[in-house]
């Protein structure tokens, strides 16, 4: 057992330091970003909303943290905060389609096909941000997702080039474990975000610019 001691010794510091980076940075970044994150009512008046995609059950029908991003980013649009809604999500699969279903419930409550401008590129939080500007050439926004969210979408967006402010989508109790879950993985999720803006490789989706608003005639 002795011989193994000193590669155990190393496994616990490499461990400590990890969790001990980790923490740090998701601290930092919690502090730095709380004060681009405003209550609806204060948000600024901007041209384009982004909301980031969560899971759709199999029904089509959104979950409840999705379901109160979108229903958030509705009532930007409804009380004249943003002029259009770039939905953002995942659909690599046939039978999963984030942006579409996101679309449906914002046209349900009113909004018209043309203030909405899916994203299907939206995989992870870096590829909208980095999406954003690359491929729909965004400067500025509104970021749309839950408060634990928000400093981690404030964060690529911002290094990237996008000047954003942060709209919490918290409409409901979601349940311990659901938020339990979802804030646990923030602390390495948010490392990763440090290490993609460092890279700043394309997201795996890319494509051909898109016009989010008509050129001036």
């Not at 943003?82 to 039978?95: A, H, T, Y």
């Not at 349940?175 to 390495?188: F, I, V």
Request: charged fraction near 20%.
């Amino acid at each position: 057992m002795k011989r193994y001691y000193p590669w155990v010794r190393l496994l616990w510091v490499v461990t400590a330091g990890f969790v001990l980076l980790a923490g740090g940075w998701y601290s930092l970044v919690g502090w730095h970003y709380r004060k681009s994150i405003v209550p609806l009512a204060q948000a600024p008046t901007e041209r384009v909303a982004i909301v980031f995609g969560a899971l759709v059950y199999p029904s089509g029908r959104l979950s409840p943290m999705l379901h109160d991003r979108v229903e958030t980013a509705v009532q930007l649009y409804h009380a004249g905060k943003v002029e259009k809604l770039i939905l953002s999500g995942d659909n690599r699969f046939v039978d999963y389609d984030e942006p579409g279903a996101m679309m449906a419930y914002a046209q349900s409550r009113g909004v018209p096909l043309n203030a909405m401008q899916p994203d299907y590129g939206g995989r992870r939080t870096y590829d909208t941000c980095y999406r954003a500007k690359a491929i729909f050439g965004l400067t500025s926004a509104i970021l749309v997702t839950q408060d634990f969210h928000l400093p981690r979408a404030l964060f690529p967006c911002q290094q990237l080039g996008v000047r954003a402010i942060g709209v919490a989508a918290d409409l409901q109790p979601y349940g311990q474990r659901a938020l339990a879950w979802s804030t646990l993985r923030e602390a390495p999720a948010r490392l990763t975000a440090l290490l993609d803006v460092i890279r700043r490789q394309p997201p795996p989706v890319m494509g051909e610019p898109i016009a989010v608003f008509e050129p001036p005639t």
